[in-house]
């Protein structure tokens, strides 16, 4: 049971480049997220997909889009990268959106731009 | 305005000292409250809940609304609890989504 598989682990990218950041859960959950994790920031919610079909904007949305492909996959989409985007990138689903449902992580995705 | 702060990014402590994780938060409601941990080389999880009331490895954490408040804490530090720790909340007004402190590095040393 793998639970939330993010791909790949590391990147590099040049300014402008695009990529797609890969997640999938085997646990059934309905509800799917993707957060940034910067120094000083802690995480923080790019976008979020309560349930398959449906996709919303979380607090840093700005230059990304995502795709909720399926029940399982949720991938995260950099147009055109900037330095700024340079972050750890980290997947998460939840059983439902319902706030007392713990969310399960992925191991994340180290993601430098040059 | 920070929605959920705290305060120490770095708490050194010696094995068999207390431990004390300080989180505070800004809701004037009824939020539900959680500690996740990251442990080196592992993937951030869930350790515990408000609404569960539950002690996780010696840890627990009591909501103080009067505070606002929701320190962690541990009777005697074990080496391995040396991690990552992130508060979070999740409330109504945040459209029930979690929303993170910056996280504290709990260092043990033996």
């Known amino acids: 049971n793998a639970g939330v598989t993010q791909t790949p682990k590391f990147q590099v990218l040049k300014t402008g480049q695009s990529m797609t950041l890969q997640c999938a859960q085997d646990?059934?959950?309905?509800?799917m997220y993707w957060y940034r994790q910067d120094p000083g920031m802690g995480l923080r919610l790019i976008y979020y997909s309560a349930s398959e079909g449906t996709t919303d904007k979380g607090e840093v949305p700005n230059g990304y889009n995502v795709s909720r492909l399926n029940k399982r996959e949720f991938s995260l989409r950099l147009e055109s990268a900037a330095p700024s985007q340079t972050s750890v990138y980290f997947c998460?689903?939840?059983?439902?959106?319902?706030?007392?449902?713990?969310?399960?992580f992925g191991d994340g995705t180290r993601l430098s731009i040059l | 305005a920070q929605r959920v702060t705290q305060p120490e990014k770095l708490l050194s402590v010696f094995k068999g000292a207390p431990v004390e994780l300080k989180c505070n938060y800004s809701y004037s409601g009824s939020p539900e409250l959680f500690w996740y941990v990251q442990y080196s080389r592992q993937r951030l999880q869930l350790l515990l809940r408000h609404i569960s009331r539950e002690s996780i490895k010696g840890f627990t954490a009591d909501l103080n609304k009067g505070e606002t408040s929701f320190h962690l804490k541990k009777p005697f530090a074990q080496e391995e609890d040396s991690a990552m720790y992130y508060c979070a909340l999740s409330a109504t007004e945040y459209g029930n989504k979690l929303v993170f402190g910056a996280g504290t590095i709990l260092r043990v040393k033996s």
């Open positions: 998460a689903s939840s059983l439902t959106g319902e706030n007392i449902q713990p969310q399960h």
């Open positions: 646990m059934n959950h309905n509800s």
